[in-house]
T-cell receptor
Framework: DVKVTQSSRYLVKRTGEKVFLECVQD?????MFWYRQDPGLGLRLIYF???????EKGDIPEGYSVSREKKERFSLILESASTNQTSMYLC????????????FGEGSRLTVL | QKEVEQNSGPLSVPEGAIASLNCTYS??????FFWYRQYSGKSPELIMS????GDKEDGRFTAQLNKASQYVSLLIRDSQPSDSATYLC????????????FGSGTKLNVKP
């Protein structure tokens, strides 16, 4: 089974702190994604990566950065957390091709005080 | 215009009935289509994928795709209370870095 593991299920941080959210997948997938999910707004793509050291902005990249130094690991970084970044963060991965289903991690619920 | 549109619901059906969930998409380059189920507080899980026009059945679930009308639907037969969840429609754009677009989801309530 595909496994996507997010390092923290729940985090509480203070405004201005630097936050790292880690994601690891074990299926040798090329593509990895970071979404945030908020009530009424659905899933919104923050960043994605289609190869090691490659990244592309999604729909809402402001205030975020990412790192992909190894194929299996994709990190989301909040350089200076703000209260409007309180959200559920979902990491996902997929393989190449038109049958590349997206597999999600369990999510990281971040609260910024 | 959003890439993927869904009625947010809630859609309420009695136990044992057929639930019909609908989704439209705007990009004719969309090549693959997926339905995800998401229980409250949990992450989405894939329940159906469909790649060509027509119907695809898997147990109580049937996905239907009409590329000419840019329409994809999910039918759930013999609905159970455990089917109560939010259902997300997703499309995959292969020409755009294998990028997925999600609808905002339809909340389904199955009443015992």
């Amino acid at each position: 089974d595909v496994k996507v593991t997010q390092s923290s299920r729940y985090l509480v941080k203070r405004t201005g702190e630097k936050v790292f959210l880690e994601c690891v997948q074990d299926m040798d997938h090329e593509n990895m994604f970071w979404y945030r999910q908020d009530p009424g707004l659905g899933l919104r793509l923050i960043y994605f990566s289609y190869d090691v050291k490659m990244k592309e902005k999604g729909d809402i990249p402001e205030g975020y950065s990412v790192s992909r130094e190894k194929k299996e690991r994709f990190s989301l970084i909040l350089e200076s957390a703000s209260t409007n970044q309180t959200s559920m963060y979902l990491c996902a991965s997929s393989g190449q091709g038109d049958t590349g289903e997206l597999f999600f991690g369990e999510g990281s619920r971040l609260t910024v005080l | 215009q959003k890439e993927v549109e869904q009625n947010s619901g809630p859609l309420s059906v009695p136990e044992g009935a057929i639930a019909s969930l609908n989704c439209t998409y705007s990009d004719r380059g969309s090549q693959s289509f997926f339905w995800y189920r998401q229980y409250s507080g949990k992450s989405p899980e894939l329940i159906m994928s469909i790649y060509s026009n027509g119907d695809k059945e898997d147990g109580r679930f049937t996905a239907q795709l009409n590329k000419a009308s840019q329409y994809v639907s999910l039918l759930i037969r013999d609905s159970q209370p455990s089917d109560s969840a939010t259902y997300l429609c997703a499309v995959l754009l292969l020409y755009n870095f294998n990028k997925f677009y999600f609808g905002s989801g339809t909340k389904l309530n199955v009443k015992p």
